[in-house]
């Protein structure tokens, strides 16, 4: 049996410094995988802040883009800013979990349309960090993100 240690302190944001790789997919409100997708995420250090590099690759051969700077708080809370985000995203670290809310704008055909993300990230072994995001338009669902983070 696994012993498990909820206890541990999880730092997503030293989690992130250096080069991650990710694999993922985005399931439907039924649970229907409708997208895979690959990303390599560098993080740095820059002024106080961690700035994080994603580079999205979807299996319909699109390529997205993502800049995000990430502010701690002495709270074991955190802000993040990005080109696409409506405002700004509120992280609270916890007990082996990191939350992230975020709003961003997302191309949906020829439209941008602000999405919210409701993340939860876990540590899920050595180097492995799982990341649950429920994707929601006017409080309505529209499916969930499932990621698994490999450090480089």
Same mark, same amino acid.
């Given at each position: 049996?696994?012993?498990?240690?909820? +206890?541990?302190?999880?730092?997503?944001?030293?989690? =992130?410094?250096?080069?991650? +790789?990710?694999?993922?997919?985005?399931? $439907?409100?039924?649970?229907?995988?409708?997208?895979?997708? %690959?990303?390599?995420?560098?993080?740095? #250090? *820059?002024?106080?802040?961690?700035?994080? $590099?994603?580079?999205?690759?979807? !299996? !319909?051969? *699109?390529?997205?883009?993502?800049?995000? %700077?990430?502010?701690?708080? %002495? !709270?074991? #809370?955190?802000?993040? %800013?990005?080109?696409? #985000?409506?405002?700004?995203?509120?992280?609270?670290?916890? $007990?082996?979990?990191?939350? =992230?809310?975020?709003?961003?704008?997302?191309?949906?055909?020829?439209?941008?349309?602000?999405?919210?993300? !409701? $993340?939860?990230?876990? *540590?899920?072994?050595?180097?492995?960090?799982?990341?649950? #995001?429920?994707?929601?338009?006017?409080?309505?669902?529209?499916?969930?993100?499932?990621?698994?983070?490999?450090?480089?």
């Amino acid at each position: 049996m696994l012993k498990r240690n909820d +206890t541990a302190r999880f730092d997503l944001l030293a989690y =992130l410094e250096g080069l991650t +790789t990710a694999e993922g997919v985005f399931e $439907d409100r039924k649970g229907r995988a409708r997208r895979r997708f %690959t990303v390599e995420l560098n993080g740095r #250090s *820059e002024a106080g802040a961690l700035v994080v $590099d994603e580079n999205f690759v979807f !299996d !319909d051969g *699109e390529r997205q883009y993502r800049c995000w %700077t990430l502010m701690r708080r %002495t !709270d074991n #809370s955190f802000s993040g %800013t990005c080109a696409d #985000s409506v405002g700004e995203a509120r992280g609270r670290l916890a $007990d082996g979990v990191a939350y =992230l809310e975020s709003t961003l704008r997302l191309k949906v055909g020829s439209r941008q349309i602000a999405m919210d993300f !409701d $993340d939860a990230f876990y *540590e899920a072994g050595p180097g492995l960090v799982l990341n649950r #995001s429920y994707v929601s338009k006017w409080g309505i669902g529209l499916g969930r993100v499932l990621i698994l983070f490999r450090k480089a």
